[in-house]
């Protein structure tokens, strides 16, 4: 069966950094899209990134493009997500996610667990 696993969250001070991870098992990654998501308490699960299976293309929420990067190591099976000049509206619990079919993105249906980050002001 397909697993992600995040990890990385933590608290930082508004301005800091964090650097999440998402470890997947269960099916070729390289092939696979992957992508982030949040939600804070209260509110909708907001998309984050994405990331194709290449590393090559990239596609960033408004909110947060210019500061949070994703990168991927395939021989790792691990998708990052660099977030720079952290913000309090940032905080929320973070999700890395993955299409069904291969080599495109569409609909999540893989999910991880999450993992909480929580700026302070």
């Known amino acids: 069966q397909v697993q992600l696993v995040e990890s990385g969250g933590g608290l930082v001070q508004a301005g800091g950094s964090l650097r999440l991870s998402c470890v997947a098992s269960?099916?070729?990654?390289?092939?696979?899209?992957m992508g982030w998501f949040r939600q804070a308490p209260g509110k909708e699960r907001e998309f984050v990134g994405r990331?194709?299976?290449?590393?090559?293309?990239?596609y960033y929420a408004s909110s947060v493009k210019g500061r949070f990067t994703i990168s991927r190591d395939n021989a790792k099976n691990t998708v990052y997500l660099q977030m720079n000049s952290l913000k309090p509206e940032d905080t929320a619990v973070y999700y890395c996610?993955?299409?069904?079919?291969?080599?495109?993105?569409?609909?999540?249906?893989?999910w991880g667990q999450g993992t909480q980050v929580t700026v302070s002001s």
């Open positions: 996610a993955s299409p069904r079919g291969a080599l495109r993105w569409g609909p999540a249906d893989y």
């Open positions: 990331i194709s299976g290449s590393g090559f293309n990239t």
């Open positions: 269960g099916r070729t990654f390289s092939v696979y899209y």
